[in-house]
């Protein structure tokens, strides 16, 4: 019976097992077996075997050099058996003082190759010596002597060569088959990489018996050596010709599931990553990489090989973050800092990186008390040599917050306490509003009256032209934060306010990723609400990144007050490519294995998410890989009765008018001239305050329709 690898659809093999095979298998346990029962019997009866093996090996090369050279006349010596047995025993004494017999035959490599060829070298040299040089009845037979040698030595180099190689190459069959009896079905994968990493995973990925694994080729970055081999494996081209190999794949019923890429490859940055999987997808192939067991945070268990998904992270296309540990260093080490909201996603990501700079003490604020308690036992235990503060606080408290603040004096406030859900913010609006409005202005207000040093208050794409509650109310936050900063243009010594803004968070709780991978999971459709709304995406890390690059910069160099710092994020992804990328990663076929289903804009949804609004100046920023805005702001004076509204509404439980008047105050912002106005007075006199009332006919006409009383 042959041994047929039948194809399968899903790029497995299911392999049948021939006789042949199972005698090997079974050869193979009964040495096993053996060598377990006593060790030292069998290395013994091993080097026994292999001496009289390599013997004979040296003896028949003896004998075919004679012949090879009995035209010529040679040494009477040569025919006798006792020059003979000295000369085989001499070349393995050589051998084994050297230590070629301690070498596995497995893994013979050209360097024992070399070795092997040096120590016969040596040898013959030890007995031409003994012969030719030394016995006086044989010096007039130098040249022959030398000669013979010189034939003698490559023939035995060569044998002894041949036999490990051939014995190198049994067991490396018997192995494959033992690995098609403990595995019914294999993935095939492509390699893409170095062809020296390829070549080594050539190697590595057969020895694991649980891998599953089968590589069917290897994509070079240029694919130059196309159509060569490299360990057994063919060098099918350049990764542009992805599409054209898996074709051909396909038709010889090999067609692989997953381009494995080498993931420390120097020639293989983030765009050449994002070409790569595009291609990929197009064939259906999921991006994966071996797992590294030497860095992996997971005690492996089973298949060393496994191969995992690229992280999604990595195939979104955006500049990437390059951090300047001087600023942050100079601003954050020794500092007394507070993060509000510090047990969310943000709030817990900013404190692992602050904590890396050294402050010396950090302020955990925080209204949830599992979630306070989880970041501050992660805190001690990863950074025992900075002071944590674990404060259980509302940020609409404001007595108990600005108690916090006294009794703590932090200099620098990272501000990331929110509600960021727009569905749950827009059926809440009195807890939104409470929340992003009122309790921003709290910790705003703590800043000035305890003279702390800077807020860094986290926002959002949505508060950009926003539709829903939930962006006004992180874009009325922004206006309160930035016209306390250009209060200060006049007062060296005031508090900075800074805004950071940025996209979606990817895998933050709540977020999208862990609702598809919990989809997936429970094998329902994965949900996208249009086919075209698309957003901006990033990682935790890059987000806080950011923060703290921006913040850093923006305090060390003193710049332009009023700003609002965006993340340059690239292109928006298209949601429903995010949901179909999930899906291949997880080894299924879009629309196929899993469905998508459409199930319409949520309540303060947005088609398409932008970064910035129609009233602000897009300005390049010094800072790689970041913009500036400049909004046109709304006098604090505005803010203060409009603030002062809205807590009287949200007493009052007035949802309808509360939202109203939240949109209100935010169009307010959007057709004001006050950013112009403020720029002339400040060039007028510097002795001015920024934001004094101006004169009634620089007024603009703001307001579409009368706010009340308390804010007009």
């Not at 997808?281 to 590294?292: A, G, P």
Request: proline share 6%.
């Amino acid at each position: 019976m042959p041994n047929i690898a039948s194809a399968r659809p899903d790029g497995q093999d299911s392999v049948a097992q021939t006789p042949p095979a199972a005698m090997l298998l079974r050869l193979d346990a009964a040495a096993r077996a053996f060598a377990a029962r006593g060790a030292t019997r069998f290395w013994a009866i091993r080097l026994a075997v292999i001496l009289a093996l390599d013997a004979l090996i040296m003896l028949g090369s003896f004998v075919l050099s004679r012949l090879i050279l009995s035209d010529l006349p040679m040494p009477r010596t040569l025919l006798e058996p006792w020059f003979m047995a000295l000369f085989v025993g001499v070349n393995l004494s050589v051998l084994f003082v050297v230590g070629t017999y301690r070498q596995s035959w497995r893994f013979l490599s050209i360097g024992d190759a070399l070795s092997l060829a040096a120590s016969l070298l040596a040898s013959s040299w030890l007995i031409w010596m003994i012969t030719a040089g030394l016995l006086v009845p044989q010096k007039m037979m130098r040249g022959p002597m030398t000669v013979f040698l010189t034939v003698d030595v490559p023939l035995t180099v060569a044998a002894l060569l041949a036999v490990r190689v051939l014995r190198r190459q049994f067991f490396k069959h018997v192995r494959s088959a033992r690995l098609r009896r403990t595995v019914q079905a294999r993935r095939r994968i492509l390699l893409l990489g170095e062809l020296d990493w390829a070549r080594v995973m050539a190697d590595l990925v057969p020895t694991d018996a649980h891998s599953g694994l089968e590589i069917v080729g290897v994509i070079s970055f240029d694919g130059h050596e196309r159509r060569l081999h490299v360990g057994g494996l063919p060098i099918l081209g350049s990764p542009e010709m992805l599409p054209r190999i898996v074709a051909d794949l396909d038709r010889a019923g090999r067609r692989p599931v997953s381009l494995v890429v080498q993931e420390s490859s120097e020639r293989l940055d983030r765009q050449q990553i994002l070409r790569i999987a595009a291609l990929a997808e197009q064939e259906n192939l999921v991006v994966s990489r071996f797992r590294n067991p030497w860095t992996s945070a997971q005690p492996l268990s089973g298949d060393r090989m496994a191969i995992e998904k690229m992280p999604l992270a990595e195939l979104l296309g955006r500049p990437e973050i390059t951090v300047q540990h001087s600023y942050l260093e100079r601003v954050v080490t020794g500092a007394r800092i507070m993060v509000t909201g510090a047990g969310g996603t943000i709030g817990g990501e900013l404190v692992r990186q602050l904590a890396y700079y050294a402050p010396s003490e950090i302020v955990l604020l925080d209204h949830s008390e599992y979630n306070l308690y989880a970041i501050e036992m992660e805190a001690r235990e990863k950074f025992p040599h900075v002071r944590f503060h674990a404060e259980l606080c509302s940020i609409r408290q404001r007595p108990a917050l600005w108690q916090v603040f006294e009794r703590r004096r932090p200099e620098i406030v990272f501000h990331a306490a929110a509600l960021k859900h727009v569905p749950m913010v827009e059926a809440n609006p009195c807890a939104g509003v409470h929340t992003n409005v009122l309790g921003t202005r709290n910790v705003a207000d703590a800043v000035c009256e305890f003279e702390a040093r800077a807020m860094i208050q986290i926002s959002t794409d949505k508060a950009v032209n926003p539709v829903g509650l939930m962006g006004a109310t992180k874009r009325l936050g922004e206006l309160y934060c930035q016209a306390l900063d250009l209060i200060g243009s006049c007062d060296p010594d005031s508090p900075r306010f800074l805004t950071v803004r940025f996209g979606n968070v990817l895998g933050s709780s709540g977020s999208l990723i862990p609702l598809f991978q919990q989809q997936l999971a429970s094998g329902k459709p994965l949900t996208v609400t249009h086919p075209d709304i698309e957003r901006f995406f990033m990682t935790v890390q890059e987000a806080v990144l950011l923060i703290l690059q921006s913040s850093a910069r923006a305090l060390e160099t003193d710049s332009e007050r009023g700003t609002i710092f965006v993340l340059d994020m690239g292109e928006p992804v298209k949601i429903v490519e995010i949901a179909r990328r999930v899906i291949r990663m997880a080894g299924l076929r879009p629309e196929i294995d899993v469905p998508i289903k459409f199930i319409g804009l949520r309540p303060g949804e947005k088609l398409f998410e932008e970064l910035f609004d129609s009233s602000e100046d897009k300005i390049e920023s010094a800072i790689p890989g970041i913009f500036e805005a400049m909004p046109s702001p709304i006098p604090l004076e505005m803010l203060v009765e409009g603030f002062a509204q809205l807590a009287r509404l949200i007493a009052a439980g007035d949802a309808d008018e509360l939202v109203r008047l939240t949109h209100e105050m935010v169009a307010a912002s959007a057709s004001s001239r006050w950013a112009e106005i403020l720029r002339r007075l400040a060039a007028e006199s510097s002795d001015t305050l920024l934001m004094m009332p101006p004169r009634p006919t620089d007024i603009p006409a703001v307001l579409s329709s009368p706010l009340p009383r308390d804010v007009a």
